[in-house]
């Protein structure tokens, strides 16, 4: 007999070899009924692996990310299933999981191309192999014989794959006639598929090299019940309309031009604006809890980021090391600010009651993102952080990441992110070659991050192997208006940074002693969280964070000069203000504006010259009458009151 614990803490005992599978039917018939795939120590697994010693064991549904992952596993495998039976001969790469569904990387015989005309009849024959309910088979075989059986196949894409796997550690998983190179895990078998989307044809090079040959990658999306790919396809209907990209041109946020870079936004003066707000947001915050901001340089010595350990890890994913005139010398755009920020801490001798010191920067850094992978702003080559960072003593790190967790809050309640979940990252205890610093620091780290979420009574969900390289962290992952979750801010617990750049304070003992770093970064980057903020209100922000809260329409050029008194008088009320003057009619100037998402649209003529007063109509909810241009100041005062009531508190 062996023992399994199972989440709540319950244990309970069944004979060496149980599956996770007859784990969820001696819990519930129901749960056996949605289950979909089982963690093990930590490690997800299929459900019908035995189990041979005791184990910390968790169910997933499809409710449940891993759930998820191993659904569209699987579907990316009966996609390719389906190909290879319409085209004998195609050569897979990999296919893995995303956020929304998956992909297959395949090379067709022949140099034939895949066509999205041909999607159809692939998802037909999906359909028709899952209505079979086909058993997908996990089998471990030894490295000569996976090397033996994609020689025979022809396949240098998978033995070169192979040819970076221990031996031990190669399985293989077939349902039908179709077997791939793969560690898992998967469905059962094929029958859960009930609902197929293939939704794109893209180029992509082998393995993400640009000096390796192009393949085709065909994404889709599978779900377990057809009512959820309709719901989805709807979805995605709004999120065309919501898309960043589109709503920032109309909007005139931003730009891009492939005379600056690829990946180098471009902000126009609206959206310079609304950076402008929410840098201005959140030094309000920073300030009432004590943060100093400082400015640091865009590159960097070489030798910087070689002691911090960012050349290690960035260093392929950087743009190329700077050389100077001067021989030996080198830099490096940076790829992150902390570096940065250790040396202003070692600029002075620090003493105990010195800390915490907590310093904050609106900092940019650059990563050389592959070009097949940009996209707008969530994917950029040179991106902003809301970046600080904290030093403090090991006694005050726990509260000092509390008031980090507060201001997250602060935040996600200004901007009406309501949906959220908080996961704990922590390192990956099979692979500590992922990591620097000592076991020692790690279990403080993770424990006080732990401890810190508990007395908050924070609600968490635990991921292994999802810390950062040089500390575990808490992430925050917001759904939005149409149910994406995205990843914004973040706080790190990092002990190594310290010993790295051999940072230090003097203590009450009069003796030298490390400093704890806190990494913190609510927002992310500023690209993403306004591409993120764009599509969550489909452009209409807070009154607050609007870049044009209000413009003035005089109903002809007679009133031009009454337009320009009131956008004055506004603006001196601090109400950003503009006139829309152009000799158009009223009518199509009220729509020009809407499109804009421009939330107060003042219509002047005779009359209001008259009277000293103006035509309010609120964006997308019409004519809200005439008030006098005082009368409107204090009510657009009010309303921004009632938006930012209590939020720097």
């Not at 560690?183 to 390796?212: F, Q, S």
């Not at 970064?521 to 599509?535: D, H, Q, T």
């Not at 008088?569 to 601090?574: C, Q, T």
Request: proline share 4%.
């Amino acid at each position: 007999m062996i023992k399994i614990t199972l989440p709540d803490g319950n244990v309970r005992e069944f004979k060496a070899g149980v599956t996770g599978m007859e784990i969820a039917e001696a819990i519930s018939s129901r749960l056996a009924r949605e289950v979909l795939s089982v963690s093990v120590n930590g490690e997800v697994w299929d459900l019908g692996r035995p189990i041979t010693a005791d184990a910390l064991v968790k169910l997933y549904t499809w409710e449940e990310r891993e759930g998820k992952e191993t659904f569209w596993h699987t579907s990316a495998h009966l996609m390719a299933q389906a190909i290879e039976e319409f085209y004998p001969g195609t050569l897979f790469g990999i296919g893995p999981t995303v956020d929304n569904g998956f992909y297959y990387d395949i090379d067709l015989p022949g140099g034939q191309q895949l066509s999205e005309k041909e999607l159809e009849k692939i998802e037909k024959r999906m359909m028709e192999r899952s209505r079979e309910k086909q058993p997908v088979v996990r089998q471990s075989i030894s490295k000569a014989e996976a090397i033996r059986l994609f020689t025979e196949k022809g396949d240098p894409l998978k033995l070169e794959l192979i040819s970076e796997l221990e031996d031990g550690t190669i399985t293989l998983y077939s349902q039908g006639q179709f077997t791939d190179l793969c560690r898992g895990p998967h469905l059962p078998d094929t029958g859960y598929i009930k609902a197929v989307k293939l939704t794109a044809i893209a180029g992509a090079y082998w393995r993400g090299n640009e000096k390796n040959k192009m393949l085709t990658r065909v994404y889709g999306i599978t779900f377990p019940k057809q009512k959820m790919l309709e719901e989805y396809l709807v979805m995605i209907e709004e999120a065309k309309k919501r898309d960043h990209r589109k709503i920032g041109k109309e909007m005139e946020l931003f730009t891009f031009s492939e005379a600056v870079g690829l990946g180098l936004p471009l902000w126009l003066p609206k959206g310079a604006q609304l950076r402008g707000l929410l840098e201005d947001f959140l030094r309000k915050i920073q300030k009432n809890f004590g943060y100093d901001q400082v400015i640091t340089p865009h590159i960097g010595d070489v030798n910087l980021y070689k002691t911090s350990g960012h050349y290690e890890k960035y260093g392929k994913d950087s743009f190329q090391v700077i050389k100077t005139p001067a021989e030996g010398e080198e830099y490096m755009l940076k790829p992150m600010n902390c570096p940065h920020h250790c040396e202003i801490y070692k600029s002075k001798p620090r003493s105990y009651k010195d800390l915490p010191v907590r310093m904050a920067e609106f900092g940019t850094v650059y990563r050389y993102e592959q070009s097949g992978e940009l996209h707008g702003l969530t994917r950029v080559r040179g991106f902003t952080q809301d970046d600080a960072h904290i030093y403090c003593r090991p006694d005050q790190l726990k509260e000092e990441f509390k008031k980090v967790i507060d201001i997250v809050f602060i935040i996600f309640r200004a901007l009406d992110f309501k949906d959220y979940t908080a996961q704990i990252s922590l390192r990956d205890p099979g692979k500590p070659e992922k990591y620097i610093g000592s076991a020692e620091n790690w279990d403080k780290a993770e424990r006080a991050i732990v401890e810190a979420c508990e007395e908050k009574g924070l609600q968490t969900r635990t991921e292994l192997g999802e810390a950062a390289f040089y500390g575990p962290k808490l992430d925050f992952m917001i759904k939005d208006a149409l149910g994406r979750n995205w990843q914004l801010g973040t706080i790190q617990v990092d002990y190594n940074l310290p010993e790295r750049f051999q940072l230090e304070y003097i203590g009450s003992d009069d003796k030298r002693h490390r400093p704890v770093m806190i990494h913190r970064a609510p927002f992310g980057s500023l690209e993403r969280f306004v591409a993120v903020l764009i599509e969550h209100t489909a452009g209409k922000f807070p009154l607050w964070l609007t870049p044009e809260q209000v413009v003035v329409l005089p109903i002809s050029e007679k009133f031009n000069d009454y337009a320009r008194k009131v956008s004055d008088e506004l603006n001196f009320s601090d109400i950003r203000t503009v006139v829309d003057d152009r000799n158009e009619k009223i009518g199509r100037k009220i729509r020009d504006n809407e499109l804009k998402r421009v939330p107060y649209l003042l219509v002047v003529g005779e009359k209001e010259e008259e009277t000293g007063s103006v035509a309010v109509r609120r964006q997308g909810e019409g004519d809200k009458g005439t008030m006098t241009v005082g009368e409107f100041a204090g009510f657009i005062r009010e309303e921004i009151k009632r938006q930012l009531t209590g939020l720097y508190n």
